[in-house]
């Protein structure tokens, strides 16, 4: 089974739901769509295209079905694509149809969301672009945008990046900290592996390959590698023979991510593609009768 | 009085202190900051200095300053430089203390918030510096990331932009649906001004010099002259005569503002500072005892 | 275009669910609706007429429709008139049919909305029929019922009354202390100015025609003329000569409102209609098969 | 022991916080109070006397001393008089000092609890003044203003009143529908009694003597007489013979209530001491260093 | 009428959708069902059996029905018995269809709540049935799990029990320090009376015959016999003569209620079936086509 | 590194002071501590003694604190012993002085947090000394109180017992349904690994040594032995060699649990812990001054 095989990604309905309802809520204010509400009678219905202005990958489509069906459940929602595609400049990626009022006053939730998602995809998708020929794979941070870190965490998954951790809870990172405060790396994993739940990786952060040495003798899941050079990381590679997960970090950006997956690391975590993705440009035209 | 006597930005209290508390519960999960709690004891105090990686305009710190606070009323957070404040790579913006686990366990939210912010209000700076001989003022757009418009806008004038409307109720902003539905310019801007009261302006988008005229005459309180070269500005501008304020939009990025901001129109309005704004680069170094 | 143009006042449906859900919890507490659960059979089904027993403006349709809803999506709802009519005492407002203990349960908040909202348009309506005959409009103050400000400014809508702002974010009103750490009017209007954004009205309150002078002159939109006499309002409107909006307020009730209206000021808002207006005395008849 | 030992009602402060902090949300928007942003320097200090404008019963002291509180925790908010007392017009009711712009910002919401809420405390002590020659209490009903039910119930203990049930869950109120589903009066009470536990009382309402008659051979705890002639509440007083307690409901008002009190009955319902009561003008003078 | 009459417990839709939100927003978590995502595909369908392991009575069927629904409408829920029912060990409760993701992610909830609940109602069912052939009846106690204090007392009226208070707030119940601040049981009841109003019972707790005797002179609606033993009990019903409710409570337990329930008293109140009861094992087998 | 050496659990106390406001806000209901209210005068003060009425390891001290606190920060609470302690009947756990109003209101939220907690961590560290001469550790399951899971897994590590995944979404556990749909244990742990990030473990289920051997070639990181007989366990231990982390569930209890951890399994997962465990009674002995 290889990759490809992977089942899409999905976010609960019920998170959606509540992203969708907070993002309406900051946008409505305490009077609602005012300029809509002046001009558009009650009665009048729209049709709507939404399209990409530019080439990426998609992700937010639930986010935007939902911000349309909170606003009124008679707006159809019909996606063209599914998240998770790749499309070419001015490719259709939903229609809308329903009553105008409600489709005008939920059109910007929807398109910040998905164009915010949207922007993550595509970021991590060039990112994995560069690296398919490696056995590396693209993986994200905890730098993600307050509030948004499980739709932004699912948006790496659709550009076909790897999910770290989801918070400060549900896997152990050592750090230099950590480390220093116990005496070593070797003593941080035991107080890790002492406190933490069977179900619980431990990964630890290393500077130095003697650190790397250290790590390796105490069994962790992974070790981060942080801010190697590749040859260093070659080492580490070598050094370690498969016996735990390696991550790089540290730099990556479209021009280095080739040399440090070639080095036969298994992940690569970026930040940058949940911290500084330039969202892609998404555009809805519409028709009201 | 010029812009420069405005008093400094700032963002309520109460608002500040629900963002970051929904920020904590999200990165903390059901569990908290496992690695900590595995590998610091309890009484451990840390130091930790916040610095600038990158030269920018800094925004957020009341809500690092709350992240620590909300966390653990005994981290004491002492700003060294206010927001708004341009620094240079290095720059240290503030220095925290206290108790280590909780030093260590809001650390990811108060960077997440302060780089975030500090990126739109970098961004927003660049380009205020490159028209600050004109009298066009930058300004935002409700193209703002889901849950973060209020903490957005306010990193907008941390940055010397301007703030647009704040969403759908607070200002009319007619666009091309709402003229097609009336019937033209004059009778939109004549229904707006019906359903608005006298504390609400009313803006309307043209793309044409003969949607201005027309707009002209119903006096509106503001034009938005869409994707206008900069000849067509200038005269629209000249047409204008300074009845209504004016506004452009479109294309706007560090390469064309300034030939938008020559023609003489008052604001000018960019999605890319909110929306595609990369983080800025801001470390914490922390020394546990 | 004449004012009668205006669209039906529409409070988003968002909201409206948001509101009526709070009220629901409010009044079914942990145990619900126990004397109906005591007595009722679960299959038991009920018709019910809402009618005013008093002459009155109707707002609040939307809010008991949705009450009704959230208990329970199997209870019809059928309005019989819209929101914003006269009625005459006995007029149906309409029908409800369904499930007899969910109907039962909803009763009260459905009716201590449409009353308090009903009362709300009243009396506006009220002050506005009496000033028909001029250019003054009513409009409303921030004296509104904590939690229900979107809903009160609704009803005033729907009274024929015009909306002031809605909070303290969405324009700016400078009053007496302003002025005074400011050194004057004219410099707290350009400090208002230099700080809000080209979306944002500016009022300025004054107290006598010497200050409306000097407010004349730093151009804000609007001057609220605070507690003056119908004479000294007379000489302010010739003073003022058209060059911004005038909102006379002070001492405003269905006995001095016509002479204030005639004076010519544009706007007259008063504090009564939302804090002060008695409930307009609404019915629920119920028939139980 | 009589009724003047009672101790002062008293809100519990998780809900004073709670509903304080809405109010505040709800006047703060998304941008929080721009005209004091725009006018008032970071540094000022402030210091403001509130004082009843008219004559009455004061309600809400906490809540607006709590409006101040969260909206900085450096405002000093000094009562002058407490809850309860009944003031002359220019009565102090208290002192705040503190930060300027903190002050400025929540006054509007301090004023609009505590002018509601000694609206409802004044109207129910001037009915209960007018009563004190009799055994008959004033009480309030469900026909509160949705969200407010908790804090205005109080303010009709302020106001001398005792308390209705506060929901549809801690009493037992059988109504018409109720009886006639049940099939008599009788009936339904014994239905009522077999669901509800030990703890919750019944009251049943009846129109007429015959009614009365059956529902006293139920004993419920509580009989209510709706819209009864004082005669008729007289020959029902003398029919029950203390043997449960009598509430009297329908055309209660400050002309009607001395004579349906001097009936003998032990309680009077009103709905418009919390639906109608004006509020209670009060003032907040402001200074600002 | 006897009190096989009365109607079957129900829990207001409204809490019961909140509930179940709550639950399942706790256990997806920021990712969701990931091991389902991970295998099972979106179009898959699935049928499920609910079935008890154990005898018991049944409560929260309502509950398991809303956490199918708000994960996802499209799950059919089909109750075999009603809340409340005894049921033989195999017994099916209910069956779900539907898409096969969404009934996974949902089980684990449906099943917390209904085990819970249903061991709470088959505790109270087993106290019940052994004190069927005296006029006790069991009640409950404020000793529930926070957060599910409307539901537990729920699942004790399915077990044929009988609730107590559901909060602080809806009748008084006079401990021994109160008694103690007010110098006596008369002065407290006193005290109550006056504070209470006429909708709130009063039940005094005591200790000894003497304040028995006391407090029956005082008139409370409902007395506590505090860990009494069955001799003392049965004076204590004599002394009282039916003036009171009487209710024991005090090492009540399966091995002890029986000779309290025969002494006469009215109520026996537990905290062990809310606080202790063990789970009703109940599992789902589930097949996906 | 011994188990011992772990450092003691921690709640975050941002969930901490959540969870307790909830509880708070359950019991007050509407009009707060009305007994109190009637019969406490506001100044007076009291002193409380919390201590356990029998053995029994103790959680949720910092639970009860925050009660205390939430309701009146003048409350001052002093823990006498440390969560995971193991108490004495008799012991004191911890002192609360303050204002007695605000103590006897919080005082049962307080208890009902830490007996029900308490509860758990006695029933936890029960079965872990039963097993402590051997390899096998404690560990607990998803079948927790809905909205208490966090607390109850404290409560677990508390008790000396090791937690299984919190949630849905931080750990893979795949059952029989998954395996089915995927055909195979080798194919749904491939599906598993290639859908879940590095940090995630993958835990399968397997009921025979069949699928044990299936398992092992796939290499998950747990495999979950469901309901085998200690010799068959004791097969598993043996053919796995160590390859794998084992966890053994199924018929867990005080009786059968030495015979299982003896086979050599690493976890053994108990849901009567958390779903079944009695409370542990702790009495808090007032004084009012």
Known sequence: MTRMDALPPELPPVLVRDAVRMALAEDLGRAGDITTLATIPPGARARAVMAARKAGTIAGLPLAAAAFAEMDPALHFQPRVADGTHVAPGAVLAVVEGPARALLA?????????????????????????????????????????????????????????????????????????????????????RARAFAGHLVRVEVEVDTLDQLAEALDARPDVVLLDNMPPDTLRQAVAMTAGRVILEASGGVGPDTIVAIAETGVDYISSGWITHSAPVLDIGLDIAID
Chains 1, 2, 3, 4, 5, 6 share one sequence.
């Open 106 to 190: 939920a059109e910007r939730v929807a398109l910040n969301y998905l164009g915010r998602l949207s922007g993550v995809a595509t970021a991590t998708a060039e990112l994995a672009a560069r690296i398919a020929h490696t056995r590396a794979r693209v993986t994200c941070t905890r730098k993600t945008t307050p509030g948004l870190r499980a739709v932004e965490k699912y948006a790496v998954r659709c550009g076909g990046g790897s999910n770290h951790r989801y918070g400060l809870d549900d896997a152990i990172l050592i750090k230099d900290n950590h480390i220093a405060v116990c005496g070593g790396v070797a003593s941080a994993i035991a």
